[in-house]
């Protein structure tokens, strides 16, 4: 499955921001996406997953409240809606699928999941 972000920019605090992430090759029912980050000079960090398998759900405990993910099944499609954005929100985002299996899912451990996209910069500044 091969994934592209879009709908990163400059925002001021308090703003809202919509990503998506549109997926080709496959069909998403047989994946949990994920939306990740990483700021200058940390590690990613799994901000919320999805998968309609299951229903599973996920957010960071510092999006809770503020950001919702949901998919379109109709253009497979992804998205990370944001509100209230802050500062420390700033940084690259990215998506990533994860195949179903018989484990649990990884997500939001980076390193279980097995397509990415190239991000898109999402920057909170006044």
């Known amino acids: 499955v091969q994934l592209v972000e879009s709908g990163g920019g400059l925002v001021q605090p308090g703003g809202s921001l919509r990503l998506s992430c549109a997926a080709s090759?496959?069909?998403?029912?047989?994946?949990?996406i994920g939306w990740f980050r990483q700021a200058p000079g940390k590690e990613y960090e799994g901000v919320s997953c999805f998968s309609d398998r299951d229903g599973f759900t996920y957010y960071a405990d510092s999006v809770k409240g503020r950001f919702t993910i949901s998919r379109d099944n109709s253009n497979n499609t992804v998205y990370l809606q944001m509100n209230n954005l802050k500062p420390e929100d700033t940084a690259v985002y990215y998506c990533a699928a994860e195949i179903a299996s018989d484990s649990s899912w990884s997500c939001p451990r980076w390193y279980g999941m097995d397509f990415w996209g190239k991000g898109t910069l999402v920057t909170v500044s006044s």
């Open positions: 090759g496959s069909t998403l029912d047989y994946y949990a």
